[in-house]
């Protein structure tokens, strides 16, 4: 496959930063070792877990640690993934897969697979580039490392362990602080790498390595929650606070204002939602509204207001999508503004691949066969298919991947590893 447009990025180890100048908010020691001020030093200190050496920086579990600050729902146990290089854990494949029997969905599987065995690479795409390509495969997601033909990794561990991707890195470390600043090359809003983490179902004690220290998704959960704003945009925040610490989280940000979950998605439900007014037509957040709605039935809260007007804004939207939905199967490329059909296939992608993804997340399981939503299904398929070697935006890539497969997890029942370990028994030889 062609070399895909990146946004170029750094190389280097892990770092996590989000600077407030001189607010900037002090990192906490690992939680391996003592929960203190982070403080860095010449000579790395060792984690004393046995669980997160260097070796296991490519090793990602699809389940939440075991934490007594999170909901009981989330202390379950799912599948583990294995080494990237050897083949993840097979137990996934005994489960039955009636709907890829189907023509749609054989080729929602085909077009995934197609673009799966020919991932991003360290040398010509960026961090942001690899987090949306993470999007899209969670934790089966392989690069290629320093050139398109490269040994393969996971992706997610090269990220957390900060190895630079075209000469980006998500997180740096400023004077001691750990900056996740929005740059080119990194993240495109606050909170989206912890986001894309929490999408994948990453562990909350999955390493992750800043300036040769190890930490976990832990210290970037408090990062997340002590960096709290009003004004800003807060829908990754949202996204990634509500899966990882329960919709009834409270806590205090570094100026010691109370946030919650609950402030994040009263704000996101007071903030617009068009083309001029949001990123990508406001789909990220509309997203993240639905997320916390069904975090919430998770953890088995009740549905106050504020989350009965969340789940009546989705359904809202959702009847907007597919009243300006083309005739083709393709959504509005003007978003969820108005009904419009044009511009280039990247545009194409852009617009009815979020909203795939939304729709894909966000409808009930008795509407995932609905004429209209299976129609826009085959055209975003196609459009893929069609142009498997294009030069694909990273986003639009991404997230139009990501679309059909939570499709295909919701239709099939596939699990974390399934396609890895698949593609591996057909293709042994290549390596995947």
Not at 274 to 295: E, F, M, N, P, W
Not at 336 to 344: P, R, T, V, W
Request: charged share 25%.
């Amino acid at each position: 496959m062609k070399t895909r447009m990146s946004m170029f990025w750094a190389v280097g180890i892990i770092y996590l930063v989000a600077a407030e100048g001189a607010n900037a908010v002090e990192l906490r020691q690992p939680r391996a070792i003592q929960h203190e001020p982070f403080v860095p030093t010449s000579t790395p200190r060792a984690s004393t877990s046995n669980d997160h050496g260097v070796r296991d920086a490519f090793q990602l579990r699809d389940t939440v640690s075991d934490d007594a600050a999170g909901p009981a729902e989330l202390q379950s146990e799912v599948a583990e993934k294995a080494d990237p290089l050897t083949s993840p854990t097979t137990e996934a494949m005994a489960k039955p897969q009636t709907k890829l029997l189907t023509p749609l969905g054989k080729r929602v599987r085909s077009v995934l697979d197609e673009y799966y065995v020919n991932p991003l690479n360290t040398r010509d795409d960026n961090a942001w580039d690899v987090l949306h390509w993470s999007i899209a495969y969670g934790v089966d997601a392989n690069v290629s490392v320093g050139h398109p033909r490269g040994d393969q990794v996971a992706a997610i561990g090269w990220l957390c362990c900060n190895y630079p991707s075209a000469g980006k890195q998500i997180i740096e470390l400023h004077n001691g602080r750990w900056d996740l600043s929005i740059a080119p090359g990194r993240q495109g809003h606050d909170a989206q790498f912890l986001a894309m983490l929490a999408q994948s179902r990453v562990a909350r004690d999955y390493m992750i390595r800043v300036a040769h220290q190890e930490h976990t998704v832990e210290d970037l959960i408090e990062f997340e929650k002590r960096t709290c704003r009003s004004g800003q945009e807060s829908t990754f925040k949202l996204i990634s606070l509500a899966y990882y610490e329960g919709t009834d989280a409270k806590w205090k940000n570094y100026r010691g204002e109370l946030w919650s979950v609950d402030r994040l998605l009263a704000e996101e439900l007071k903030a617009p939602i068009g083309r001029y007014t949001s990123t990508c037509g406001g789909i990220h957040r509309l997203y993240a509204i639905d997320q916390a709605v069904k975090y919430r039935r998770r953890d088995g809260l009740p549905m106050t207001a504020l989350y009965r007007q969340a789940e009546q804004k989705t359904k809202q939207y959702q009847r907007r999508a597919f009243s300006l939905q083309n005739g083709d199967g393709s959504f509005s490329t003007a978003w969820l503004d108005e009904a419009e059909q044009q511009g280039d296939a990247t545009r194409r992608l852009t617009t009815s691949g979020h909203i795939l993804e939304w729709l894909a997340a966000s409808l009930d399981e008795d509407q995932l066969d609905d004429p209209r939503f299976e129609r826009a299904v085959a055209y975003v398929a196609q459009l893929l298919e069609r142009r498997s070697h294009y030069d694909w935006y990273p986003g639009a890539l991404g997230h139009a991947l990501h679309a059909l497969s939570i499709y295909e997890q919701r239709t099939a029942g596939t699990e974390a590893g399934e396609r890895s370990t698949r593609i591996a028994q057909q293709a042994p030889s290549r390596g995947y």
